[in-house]
């Protein structure tokens, strides 16, 4: 890491109040409690210092960090609503800072270009859009040639260790794409690996019941860790969709989070809501608002994590060891200034957590759907990446786990 940054502690980012409410009401951590890392000398640091502009992460669903931990992937802009502007690579040892693509425009600053690391690392994905037109594309991290794959298609999340990666129609008009598609950023292949008429065929009487029977396509699928499972939710267009109004909450109506078998193409399970579901890494749970597991594997037994707060708005994130799971959201469930936002990590199995830093998240960009700090780790667990809007412009900042017992 930069040394200039790397000393940048900010001793209040964990208040003593979060902290004292921790030990009072859960007691002091065991032995082997994978928090302790994260309860003293972490440091809390923005990833890049360059002034004037917007840098954000893509989602609390795809690590912003390279597979080999070697460098970090954000969205860089210079307009005040952070929808248009450039792919930026900084290398974590040296802080130098590469631009890969420039001059994309986007949706929305709640999630940039969706941009991610797919092929371990030796490329990077992202889509656009010209003229009302949506494109998914792949950067050569070695030749940074970019490369147009697919047309009328976004993005959602694949594996930085592979070569697929998850599109789909455009949720407000998908056209004739409807199914769920994998595209091969090697070879540019596209195939179909769950049909629409499978899902209707499945979940006819409950799409009706939502849709009140418009038609419906597969939007923002999410790739299991073991690269087997997909989830995804279903999406039919609404009365700003209709006139192509994509920057509108009402350009389509999303519900539902549907999981298939890839290997098999055959539906697990279904559940009528979606909040903001992410993987567990054994890829076979799901876990959800509200400090909760769905295992897809059982109909969706859900299992309750104890004593840990509900933080509206939140993200949740499991770590890649499996021992904790981040999130952001509102901090007033336990005692904090009201409207500020906090990033907090738990340990799975209930009780324990801990507050590691805070913020009022309500400047920033100023898109239409504002960013949320969607926090999420890096592949070793030791790091924490998230935005913070609490100035002129959206920041990544990256908290950084104390070396030791793990």
Known sequence: MNASLASNRLPTAVPALFALIA???FGAPTSNDPLRPWQAGVTVRRVSEIPGRHALHTYYLTNPESPDGRRVLFFASTTPDAHHGDLVVRDRASGKETVIARGINTEDAHRGACQQWISNGRRVAYHDVKDGRWSVHVVDMETLQDRKLADDRQLCFGRAIDDLLPIYGCHWNPGPYRDLELLNA????????????????????????????????????VISPDGQRVFFKMSAPGPDGEKNNF???NASHRQGTVVYDLTTRTPVFMREKWGHPGWHPDSRRIIEMGNVFFD??????????????????????????????????LLDEIGGPKGHWGVTVCDVRGQHFQVLHRFDNARGANSWRRNHPHPIFSADSRRIYFNVSDGEWTQLYVAEAAHGDK
Do not use: C, Y
């Open 186 to 221: 090697a070879t540019g292949e596209v195939r179909t690996v769950v049909t629409i008429a499978d899902v209707e065929r499945h979940n006819g009487p409950w799409l009706a019941k939502e849709f009140g029977g418009r038609t419906t396509s597969i939007f923002f699928p």
């Open 247 to 249: 920057m509108s909450k």
């Open 296 to 329: 897809t594997s059982e109909n969706g037994r859900m299992e309750k994590m104890p004593d840990l707060p509900n933080m509206r708005g939140n993200h949740p994130s499991v770590s890649p060891d499996g021992r904790l799971f981040v999130m952001d959201g």
């Open 23 to 25: 030990f009072s009401l």
